[in-house]
């Protein structure tokens, strides 16, 4: 009822604002009705399409192009009033906008409050199986919330990911066995499982209870209770962009379309990004002069940190960034090491590094120190989004498949930083970089981009 209330209100004040005053009066008491029932038809106030992800993104689009369309039509031929259709053909794509962010802020509030913001799922698997996907849905802040799990042949009790008080809110109960051979009983058991946790979807692990035969038997016993069956082909560093499902001899296969390395696929991606950081420089010139007075009223000189990095193919080039260390900070680091938050990995981060300075201090919390990194990008050295560009000692312990980060430009943001910067642990990042690497798009940089500004201003892991 509440998005209901929400569609409306941005339907009305879009068409207040968009249709002439003279004509406004129809239009308010049919626009809004018309994108309410169009957003209906496409199912967005069903709670397994609100949530996270591009789905309900794509639902919102073609409501907006099938409410234009219908409106602008019946208008024409009804009205045969000009301004009414051009305000109605700005009216619907302004509600769109306006139901999106409306959708967002209320995923946001929700968000804050444990588990109102996800439908409970009951998990099937193994209890490693089982795990890993609920850490999952927990680190990708899904639209689905693990509440209980069915072991595949194993003992009951709790397992808790990677978390060690399996009693916690984070533990997931371990409700029942399943005997793994996909029988008629198991279906049953899986059904009572769902109405005496509540839950309002089951994600099934590959294993031998996923069978046709028993995913069949699950899905007429399930049929009547309006329980959504998920299949998780533990795929989920790949990009749904990637995957599709085609038919080979009447077999559904999924598809997994190869990464997007080549150069020629990244040109646009490099000459938009070189143009935007050109025209970065010159909208930012009152901000580079500002910080350069700071440093050198606070600090002294010099005003610039010049560092070697490593970037696209291994390739050493030299980064620039605003000083926020005081001198002597390199030859410091050895007897800092014991500050090291990020013990997992080659990467050195300390919480209250001893070594910066209170003007590098601010500088750092809202990232304005990488500003200089826009003349990297302009020299085709670094892009606006990428992986982070490590220093040659950490690239030099990279594993074979660490080194994917170094198939493409490093970058100004990227996933690393969205994501909660040096708070994240080496696995995690590495995990970001890698899955960025593979998984690239301009869509994919474009959502990046548009994340960053809250990043930076959340100021989360900066330090």
């Not at 890993?132 to 709790?158: H, T």
């Amino acid at each position: 009822m509440v998005l209901v209330l929400l569609d409306w209100a941005c339907a009305a004040l879009a068409t207040w604002a968009t249709v002439p005053h003279e004509d406004d009066w129809p239009a308010m008491a049919v626009v809004p009705a018309a994108w309410v029932g169009v957003t209906c038809w496409h199912r967005l106030y069903e709670r397994r399409h609100v949530g996270p992800g591009t789905e309900e993104y794509h639902r919102l689009l073609r409501s907006c192009l099938a409410a234009m369309a219908a409106l602008a039509a019946a208008y024409a031929l009804l009205g045969q009033n000009d301004r009414l259709v051009r305000g109605v053909l700005l009216a619907v794509p302004a509600a769109a906008v306006g139901s999106l962010l409306a959708r967002k802020v209320i995923r946001a509030l929700s968000a804050r409050r444990v588990g109102l913001a996800a439908r409970p799922a009951l998990l099937v698997g193994t209890a490693a199986q089982c795990s890993a996907m609920a850490d999952i849905l927990r680190r990708e802040r899904s639209a689905l919330r693990a509440v209980a799990a069915l072991d595949v042949g194993g003992p009951g009790g709790y397992f808790a990911g990677d978390y060690d008080d399996p009693s916690g809110p984070h533990g997931v109960p371990i409700i029942g066995d399943l005997t793994a051979d996909g029988g008629a009983g198991d279906a049953e058991q899986v059904a009572l499982a769902l109405e005496a946790t509540g839950c309002e979807a089951v994600v099934l692990m590959p294993g031998p209870h996923l069978g046709a035969a028993a995913l069949s038997r699950l899905g007429w016993r399930l049929a009547n209770q309006g329980t959504d069956i998920l299949v998780a082909p533990f795929l989920s560093e790949i990009a749904p962009a990637r995957l599709a499902v085609r038919r080979d001899g009447g077999v559904p296969l999924l598809h997994v379309r190869a990464p997007r390395l080549s150069r020629g696929a990244r040109v646009p991606k490099d000459f938009f990004e070189r143009a935007m950081a050109a025209v970065g420089i010159i909208l930012l010139a009152p901000v580079f002069l500002a910080v350069s007075l700071a440093i050198l009223i606070g600090d002294g000189r010099p005003v610039y940190f010049r560092q070697r990095r490593v970037g696209l193919r291994g390739e050493p080039f030299t980064l620039f960034k605003f000083r926020t260390m005081a001198s002597g900070a390199a030859a410091a680091k050895v007897e800092l090491a014991h500050l090291n938050v990020n013990t997992d990995g080659p990467l050195f981060k300390a919480r209250r590094d001893p070594r910066i300075t209170r003007v590098g201090a601010v500088l750092r919390r809202y990232s304005l120190d990488e500003l200089p990194q826009l003349l990297n990008v302009v020299r085709g050295e670094m892009a606006l989004v990428g992986p982070r560009p490590p220093l040659p000692e950490e690239a030099a312990q990279y594993s074979e498949e660490v080194r994917r980060r170094l198939l493409v430009k490093p970058g100004l943001t990227g996933l690393w930083q969205v994501s909660g910067r040096s708070d994240l642990a080496w696995a995690d990042a590495v995990r970001l970089d890698v899955g960025y690497v593979e998984n690239w798009s301009l869509g994919l940089d474009a959502e990046i981009l548009f994340r960053t500004g809250s990043a930076v201003v959340k100021g989360k892991g900066a330090y």
